[in-house]
């Protein structure tokens, strides 16, 4: 510390370049984390190009799903009567005693 200032002086100066150290480390970190997020943005969001593609894909498949949906209510089921099982008979139980 100079002897020459006043103490108030030399607390302002050191408080100023205190205050300014920390702003430019804030600074630094949040160019740091705004790089971070842009490489990680990057990996996890399709390309453009192959967005369109799924697109394309997933459209053909709605429309051929639509297609097979209607073919399959076009066959007709047959009716309830028809569909149901015969009953088994139940056999008559057989007497053991030859007596």
């Known amino acids: 510390m100079d002897d020459d200032k006043p103490v108030l002086d030399q607390m302002t100066d050191a408080m100023s370049s205190a205050a300014d150290a920390t702003k430019q480390a804030a600074k630094k970190a ?6 971070a997020a842009k490489k ?3 990996k996890v ?3 453009k190009k192959a967005a369109k593609k799924s697109k394309a894909k997933k459209a053909k ?3 051929a799903g639509k297609k097979s949906a209607a073919k399959k209510s076009a066959k007709k089921r047959p009716s309830r009567k028809l569909r149901r099982r015969p009953l088994k008979r139940k056999r008559k139980p057989r007497s053991r005693s030859a007596d």
């Not at 949040?30 to 790089?35: M, S």
């Open 61 to 63: 498949k709605a429309k």
């Open 30 to 35: 949040v160019k740091k984390v705004k790089t």
């Open 45 to 47: 969001t399709p390309k």
């Open 40 to 42: 990680v943005a990057k």
